[in-house]
């Protein structure tokens, strides 16, 4: 469990980082927090010629929350995320679901963009970043461009970023008024990859009506979904919603596959226990912000 | 015995070394010794067409490349078979390096050293062995079908028959007022110790003298293996454990190919090498254990008292048999556990399987046996309607009933004659513990809240300590430091404050002053090794009896110089004193060296030893015919038979029926080692135990595939409950003195892990109300069992008298 020969790179500037990458062309690999790649190369189950350390990089540790979104750079730990609380204050999403990702150790080393490039279906971030409508800004020797989740997602372990390029930043837009989340796993063992998570989003009119109801799920696809509930609940009171149901349904949208650790029929039964648990905690804090903001 | 310390929970004094970075593990030695890497079988069966090594030629840093044709003399015979028994008609063992043909993944075929790891790895990589693929025998079932064979010469895949009866068992299960039958299975688990296996070899070419060092349970016996395959005399080669992180069994077993090659490599190339295991090599070339089949039949009367038992085991042993059929033979022998069975017949099928080897994990064989009888008890209390803990009472071993002959034969070849126990008392205390009789209110009160609750319970007997043999040395110096050794080894059991704390207490010393050293053949080089809840048991009577010898020597020199009789000598404190009569005492040092007479002095102490320092006795020589120089002794321990702890655990599980989640939310363990040399040590060998049995009960197995694969060889696929999954442990203590040894002691160390898996099921078939016929279960299996038509299941309620 040692890896295979590479050669090690650590720039200070972007463009150094990507004339690196250009010049070892698709041998390079871009390494940040390591906690997902370092293990691959330990195994052999991965090889690359070179590896681009980007933690000398500048300014790729800042959270930046705003009116409309969070902003979490390249090198932001999840630790760090996880206590932000400016970042919680705007998108309540994002510490409730790094407090799921693995353990303070690893949570203090793995790094949430890092997380997102990674692709893993399993991961906490990707699902929130596609729950939350978000994207990611992407150096190439191009240029700087904006892809959005669903352009970004390819496969398990796969995204549309190819070719020399750093992934700088992700960007969470803020949750909409009278809206509430939660996020909730199910997972083997405390801080395992869940064997299946729920994000949820639920919006109310100012009657308290749920208007929208929204649901991201972990480990039960190939690449993040996100899934519109609206139907089972829109309409309803938050207090007599068939949160139920919007589980029900849910557990007939998604294709989950069976692994080791559950199968497809069992992962399926979570979504819609885990959905209907989430939707009426959102359900409530929707209410909540709704009543608040009166 | 003045300095009390027998039964106090000192703290364990090896901690402050160990937790903080203090240790000396195998991969803390030899920072510049060259490093040993394996190419490892892909294939579960398969033969070994061509070995290729030219592309590993040119690796800067290669040093040496073996297969098995390098392999001279004994070194290409088999591993040997290391507990023979006449039942084991077909033993199997691998050699150190593959010859023909792999018998599971992970199989050693090519030994690379290089100058480190990195580059032996690389070097490895790059070697190119083909393989002719043979069919794959993967579980029990399919070795019993033995459609295929694992070895060609045994068709039917059985390595050995084993057969206990005390009585003919098909009369008395046709005069049986009520027989059932049934099926059950168990699922391999492993011991994984945190460090892995690891061995460092230095060759001494001025000495022609080989030193190892291993992570080992048995430094004694792996040296005589060495001098044994690589020819040399048994003092040209040292073998010493260093602190080792863990074994659990798995490090019993030797020698491990690793154990002769790498000493093999640093003779031949003269220079220090190194091999530190990871942990996808143990997963896949260590050794595994626990899977079984077991058919049970039982017959009982109408009060639910077992009138005969029979049972059929298909034990899965992998690929070869090295460590014999001890397991086969412990869970036959064990499975009886508390009760009174009047007929009891046991066959257990060894079978071989493409897969790692089975060889002692904590528990070796008992959880399997406890799973068996205790699953039995359950299914006649239901058929009874009687309360499961009733039950157990109407068959318990009574109080007037010992020392009690199960008429059986252990695994040290002596019958299973129980010497002490109150096996009543241990379950009394478990119902107080659990509060059992009032379970009903908790169950409703957890229904209100929409959760299932039940609860379940398992008793057990442990034969520990079993012989042949250990032994102890306990040297006083000058200085006043005692010197104890024993040769069995220490995996973090808290050897150096126990054994410390058995020969402070025996001498009269402070306990600062004992220094323990285990598992060096060099201080001491006869042992058997540490495994079956043993090394309290033996070394702990060895070395108490060793300090018994230098306190009857220190008494005896002091009594000349004191001008007194040694029976009215006592020592406390390092002290030797006339009783009651203060200042007439001489320090224990003073007498060690007044034992050794001396012509030269080389220090201040050293002078009143020497032959002008004062009067002598002109009539005698210096060292009387039959003494010896020097206030040490050595003695050894040597049991008639093992002694039989006991136990009694319950378990209490919440099961969320929105996602079948399982928490064991309370564990409680009434437990008898017989008398307790340190209680917090023998606590924490039960938590130890008891997160082990949850492991093996919710979370742990190896998912072989239909291939031979191992699919989960990572922690992250192998589930080992963390510190978040094992529930709080209460535990009260109950303590029979053994008969059997001076100190009147049982062994602690596999206790814990045994009913695990049969109290949980119980708990969690109490809770569901279906019937578990297979461990461990999983959340998705559970949701799976619920759906199915399996059995649905009613206890009685807890506390309800038939």
Known sequence: ?294 | MTTKLFGEPVRRREDARLITGQGRYLDDIGADAYAAAFVRSPYAHARVVDIDVTGALDVEGLLAIYTYEDLTGPLAEPLPVLIPHPQLTHPRTGYPLAKDVVQHVGEAVVMVVATDRYVAEDAAALIAVSYEELPVVVGVDAARAATHAVHDDVPDNVAARHHQETGDVEPALAASTHTISFTQYVERSASMPMEGKGVHARWDADDQALRVYTSTQASTSVRAAIAAKLQLSLEKVEVIAPDVGGGFGVKIVHPWPEELLVPMAARLLGHEVKWTEDRREHFISSAHERQQRQEITVGYDEDGRITALDVHIWHDNGAYTPYGIIIPIVTATQLVGPYAIPVYRVRVDSVFTNTVIVTPYRGAGRPQGCFAMERTMDRIAQERGLDRAEVRMRNLIQGDQFPYDQHLTFQDGRPVIYDSGDYPGLMAKLKALVDWDSFAERRAEATARGRMLGIGMAMYVEGTGPGPYEGGHVQVLGSGKVLVSTGLTSQGQGHETVFAQLVASELGVPMEDVEVTTGDTRRFGYAVGTFASRAAVMSGNAVALAARGVREKALRIAAEVLEASPEDLEIDEGLVQVKGVPGASIPLRTVAVLSNPLRYAFDEAAKQATQFAGPGDDSKPPVAVGDAPGLEHTDYYSPIRSTFASGAHAAVVEIDPSTWEIDVVQYAVVHDCGNVVNPMIVEGQVHGGVAQGVGGALYERMAYDSDGQLQNASFMDFLMPYASEVPPVVIDHQETASPLNPLGIKGAGEAGVIPGSAAIASAIEDAVGRRIATMPISPTELYDLVRSSADPVTNSQTGAMA
């Open chain 1, 1 to 294: 469990m040692k890896p295979a020969p590479f050669a090690y790179a650590d720039p200070t500037t972007v463009e150094e980082a990507l004339d690196v990458l250009t010049a070892e062309g698709e041998g390079a690999k871009v390494l940040a927090g390591g906690q997902s790649l370092l293990p691959l190369l330990s195994m052999r189950l991965a090889a690359p010629t070179t590896l681009v350390d980007i933690n000398r990089l500048p300014g790729l540790d800042r959270i930046e929350a705003g009116p409309n979104g969070v902003r979490v750079g390249a090198l932001v730990r999840h630790a760090a995320l996880l206590a932000s609380a400016e970042a919680a204050a705007v998108q309540p999403l994002l510490g409730r679901a790094t407090a799921n990702v693995a353990h303070p150790a690893i949570r203090n080393r793995g790094t949430t963009v890092g997380s997102i490039a990674h692709a893993d279906p399993s991961g906490e971030m990707t699902s929130v970043l596609a729950l939350t409508d978000g994207s990611v800004t992407v150096a190439t020797p191009g240029g700087r461009s904006t892809i959005g989740w669903r352009d970004l997602f390819v496969g398990p372990l796969e995204t549309s970023v190819h070719g020399p390029a750093v992934v700088l930043d992700a960007f969470f837009p803020a949750l909409p008024a009278r809206s509430g989340t939660a996020f909730a796993e199910v997972a083997r063992r405390k801080g395992d990859y869940a064997v299946c998570g729920a994000g949820v989003v639920v919006t109310v009119d100012d009657d308290l009506r749920v208007t929208a109801a929204r649901a991201a799920y972990l480990s039960v696809g190939l690449v993040p979904e996100v899934h519109d509930l609206s139907g089972a609940v829109a309409g309803k009171p938050v207090d007599s919603a068939d949160w139920a149901a919007a589980g029900a349904l849910a557990s007939g949208l998604v294709d989950p596959d069976g692994d080791l650790h559950a199968s497809a029929d069992y992962r399926r039964l979570l979504v819609a226990t885990l959905t209907e648990r989430t939707l009426a905690d959102a359900g409530a804090e929707a209410v909540a912000r709704a009543l608040e903001a009166s």
